[in-house]
């Protein structure tokens, strides 16, 4: 899949990578010098508790650029307990155009 999913969650301050193809998993990791907190292959999904920056920077000398970026807040109250739910993520759509990982 050429297409990736970067997530940072203003919430909980993670970054999250979808998407990635499982041979790029460990090379991600190395990249950015840091290890995921969670590791999904299944449905190619890391974790990290680290700056999106970094990461984004890593999976642009692996060969991916960034298409489409923006924020996205979904918010709900519920009435009987006065609560309020609220999730805003930060979401970078990536790229790549050859298969190949580009050694920088």
Known sequence: MPYLLVRESFMSGCCLVDGLPLNE???????CSASPDMRDEKNRRMEFSTNPVTILNSLENMGYKVVTSGSFVSSSS??????KFCQREFIWTLHRFSSEIECM
């Open 78 to 83: 519920v009435s009987v307990s006065s609560e």
């Open 25 to 31: 998993f460990r090379v991600l990791g190395e990249k």
